[in-house]
């Protein structure tokens, strides 16, 4: 069984000293983005009224996704919920990894954005439950673009945007064309290159599941991605993901930024403009579609208190009480989950832009296609897809930082991720 091949990877990596949860606490792995940040504080409240002490580990992406996968498939119960997403989700619901979550009739899981919950399922049973979703636009400076005189389009074409870019592109003046992730991981800087590649027409694997990391479509695509971010990118993008862009967006450096739609919640610049993905003439997959979800390790000894506070921190209630909240208010809260947010229109007032994040969310297309015969927009829903994507993620940092050249680069990834497919015995 292909699963069990996360379960050897997972203990090859090693599994942190395991504490023992109380009944009284509840110990919650996050990332560290900034709802999850901010959950910490609204969730005082939670435990003023319930008496469960919370005690938070909050990690970089990466560092997440590993130390978890390690705890939760060794059974390691160092954590009583996990943050996982939609290509964990439903694999370790179906191996047995994670709890199956079941809430009261209040929950309304009917206002649960369809894409959400099909995406953290398996067979109709909800693994995880989305914190906050997203898909990926374009969020650009539109003091620059009018300036240059150029303009940016929904799904413009990946030319256009590089013209932009090269337009708006003033590195003297400390501002850079285009910010996109070059951080090396399978949820880093893969996130925005297979979006780059689907776009293209390429994809992960073929019908019969060997990689085709070496296509036309890949070289294409990886080419365009090296030239646009080489540049008219900061320097030292390849150590860039999301908060390290947030970061110099923030500090007026980025004139242009594809990625995850939750950012415009944290943009502090004024005129910035939002815009579908672009494409190079397949717009299937050129948005991607996730969910920061949080999950119970199965076994766990607090599996009921950690279903009740998942079921009031994914609710209704929680986005009003971030709402209510003195630090927060409607322009903060987790967005991207429930329908019943984008009613308010309070929410409306200060989400100059909800009708974009819906857009690509709606859009996002994350079921198999002749092109791409697998589930997934960003990632392959498959268990080996994590090794396969960290292999390759490290060859495409070497080639955006000019340490390997684009055709030894994807040469090198063809060969990894051929022999982690052979191995897990797709063929």
Same mark, same amino acid.
């Given at each position: 069984?292909?699963?069990?091949?996360?379960?050897?990877?997972?203990?090859?990596?090693?599994?942190?000293?395991?504490?023992?949860?109380?009944?009284?606490?509840?110990?919650?792995?996050?990332?560290?983005?900034?709802?999850?940040?901010?959950?910490?504080?609204?969730?005082?409240?939670?435990?003023?009224?319930?008496?469960?002490?919370?005690?938070?580990?909050?990690?970089?992406?990466?560092?997440?996704?590993?130390?978890?996968?390690?705890?939760?498939?060794?059974?390691?119960?160092?954590?009583?919920?996990?943050?996982?997403?939609?290509?964990?989700?439903?694999?370790?619901?179906?191996?047995?990894?994670?709890?199956?979550?079941?809430?009261?009739?209040?929950?309304?899981?009917?206002?649960?954005?369809?894409?959400?919950?099909?995406?953290?399922?398996?067979?109709?049973?909800?693994?995880?439950?989305?914190?906050?979703?997203?898909?990926?636009?374009?969020?650009?400076?539109?003091?620059?673009?009018?300036?240059?005189?150029?303009?940016?389009?929904?799904?413009?074409?990946?030319?256009?945007?590089?013209?932009?870019?090269?337009?708006?592109?003033?590195?003297?003046?400390?501002?850079?064309?285009?910010?996109?992730?070059?951080?090396?991981?399978?949820?880093?800087?893969?996130?925005?290159?297979?979006?780059?590649?689907?776009?293209?027409?390429?994809?992960?694997?073929?019908?019969?599941?060997?990689?085709?990391?070496?296509?036309?479509?890949?070289?294409?695509?990886?080419?365009?991605?090296?030239?646009?971010?080489?540049?008219?990118?900061?320097?030292?993008?390849?150590?860039?993901?999301?908060?390290?862009?947030?970061?110099?967006?923030?500090?007026?450096?980025?004139?242009?930024?594809?990625?995850?739609?939750?950012?415009?919640?944290?943009?502090?610049?004024? @005129?910035? !403009?939002? &815009? *579908?993905?672009?494409? /190079?003439?397949?717009?299937?997959?050129?948005?991607?579609?996730? =969910?920061? %979800?949080?999950?119970?390790?199965?076994?766990?000894?607090?599996?009921?208190?950690?279903?009740?506070?998942?079921?009031?921190?994914?609710?209704?209630?929680?986005?009003?009480?971030?709402?209510?909240?003195?630090?927060?208010?409607?322009?903060?809260?987790?967005?991207?989950?429930?329908?019943?947010?984008?009613?308010?229109?309070?929410?409306?007032?200060?989400?100059?832009?909800?009708?974009?994040?819906?857009?690509?969310?709606?859009?996002?297309?994350?079921?198999?296609?002749?092109?791409?015969?697998?589930?997934?927009?960003?990632?392959?829903?498959?268990?080996?897809?994590?090794?396969? @994507?960290? !292999?390759? &993620? *490290?060859?495409?940092? /070497?080639?955006?930082?000019?340490?390997?050249?684009?055709?030894? =680069?994807? %040469?090198?990834?063809?060969?990894?991720?051929?022999?982690?497919?052979?191995?897990?015995?797709?063929?």
């Amino acid at each position: 069984m292909k699963l069990l091949r996360n379960t050897a990877i997972a203990l090859a990596v090693g599994v942190a000293t395991a504490t023992t949860a109380s009944a009284a606490g509840l110990t919650i792995a996050i990332v560290n983005n900034g709802h999850m940040i901010n959950m910490q504080k609204v969730a005082e409240a939670y435990t003023a009224d319930t008496g469960v002490e919370l005690n938070w580990v909050s990690l970089e992406e990466g560092v997440l996704r590993e130390q978890v996968t390690s705890d939760t498939a060794t059974g390691g119960g160092q954590y009583d919920i996990i943050n996982i997403g939609m290509q964990e989700a439903p694999i370790w619901g179906a191996a047995g990894w994670i709890e199956e979550l079941k809430f009261g009739e209040a929950y309304d899981i009917d206002d649960m954005l369809p894409a959400m919950r099909n995406g953290l399922s398996h067979e109709g049973k909800l693994y995880a439950a989305p914190f906050y979703g997203e898909s990926s636009m374009v969020m650009y400076r539109k003091d620059l673009t009018d300036a240059a005189g150029v303009t940016i389009a929904d799904n413009d074409s990946w030319d256009n945007i590089k013209a932009a870019a090269a337009a708006i592109h003033k590195p003297d003046d400390g501002i850079y064309g285009a910010c996109l992730r070059g951080k090396p991981g399978w949820g880093d800087n893969m996130a925005f290159i297979t979006t780059v590649v689907n776009s293209f027409g390429g994809a992960w694997f073929d019908k019969d599941m060997k990689p085709q990391l070496e296509s036309d479509e890949w070289k294409a695509a990886i080419n365009f991605y090296v030239d646009l971010l080489g540049n008219y990118g900061p320097p030292g993008s390849e150590g860039n993901s999301f908060n390290e862009i947030l970061a110099l967006y923030n500090e007026g450096k980025c004139g242009m930024w594809i990625d995850a739609t939750i950012a415009a919640s944290f943009l502090e610049v004024d @005129g910035v !403009a939002y &815009a *579908q993905s672009p494409n /190079a003439g397949n717009p299937v997959g050129a948005n991607w579609l996730w =969910a920061w %979800a949080m999950a119970v390790p199965a076994g766990s000894p607090n599996a009921e208190e950690s279903m009740k506070f998942i079921e009031w921190a994914t609710s209704k209630e929680y986005i009003k009480a971030v709402a209510d909240h003195a630090d927060f208010g409607w322009a903060k809260v987790p967005t991207g989950t429930r329908a019943s947010t984008y009613a308010y229109p309070e929410f409306q007032a200060v989400a100059g832009f909800a009708a974009a994040e819906m857009a690509a969310i709606e859009s996002a297309a994350p079921a198999a296609t002749d092109i791409k015969p697998y589930v997934g927009v960003q990632f392959a829903a498959i268990p080996e897809f994590p090794e396969v @994507g960290s !292999a390759v &993620a *490290q060859e495409m940092a /070497a080639a955006l930082s000019g340490a390997k050249s684009v055709d030894d =680069a994807l %040469a090198a990834s063809q060969a990894a991720a051929d022999a982690i497919m052979r191995e897990a015995g797709y063929y």
